[in-house]
C-alpha cells in the first residue's frame, strides 16, 4: 500500500507549512506512520513518527521543537506541521507506514527567500 504526500509548497524562511498523509485504499489504523523527507544530493532520511494510537512520538534534531506530527484516524490521515522553516528543510517529503513498505508519491517543500 503506498501512502501519498500532500501540502508542500514554495515557502519563505519563517513561515508554516502542513503536510498532510493519506491512503488511498486502505486504512492507516493499526499502523505507526513515519515523515521522511529527501533533500537534493542526500540520502531519504527520517524526520518524525507517530505510534498507531498517537501517543508517542519521534523527532530528529533537527526538526525538534519546530515539526508537529499528528494523526486523525476518523480521517486517515498523518499530519506534520511544520512552523518556522528554514532553507534546510528544503526537500521531498514522503510518508510511509513502519516499518516501511512501498514508496509513494512525496510532496515538494521548497524554502527560499
Known amino acids: 500500500v503506498q501512502l501519498q504526500a500532500s501540502g508542500g509548497g514554495l515557502v519563505q524562511p519563517g513561515v508554516s507549512l502542513r503536510l498532510s498523509c493519506a491512503a488511498s485504499?486502505?486504512?492507516?489504523?493499526?499502523?505507526?506512520i513515519g515523515w521522511f523527507r529527501q533533500a537534493p544530493g542526500k540520502e531519504r532520511e527520517g524526520v518524525s513518527c507517530?505510534?498507531?494510537?498517537?501517543?508517542?512520538?519521534y523527532y530528529a534534531d533537527s526538526v525538534k521543537g519546530r515539526f508537529t506530527i499528528s494523526r486523525d484516524n476518523a480521517r486517515n490521515t498523518v499530519y506534520l506541521q511544520m512552523n518556522s522553516l528554514k532553507s534546510e528543510d528544503t526537500a521531498v517529503y514522503y510518508c510511509?507506514?513502519?516499518?516501511?513498505?512501498?514508496w509513494g508519491r512525496g510532496t515538494l517543500v521548497t524554502v527560499s527567500s
Open positions: 510511509n507506514r513502519i516499518p516501511t513498505g512501498s
Open positions: 485504499r486502505s486504512s492507516l489504523d493499526g499502523y505507526a
Open positions: 507517530i505510534s498507531s494510537t498517537g501517543d508517542s512520538t
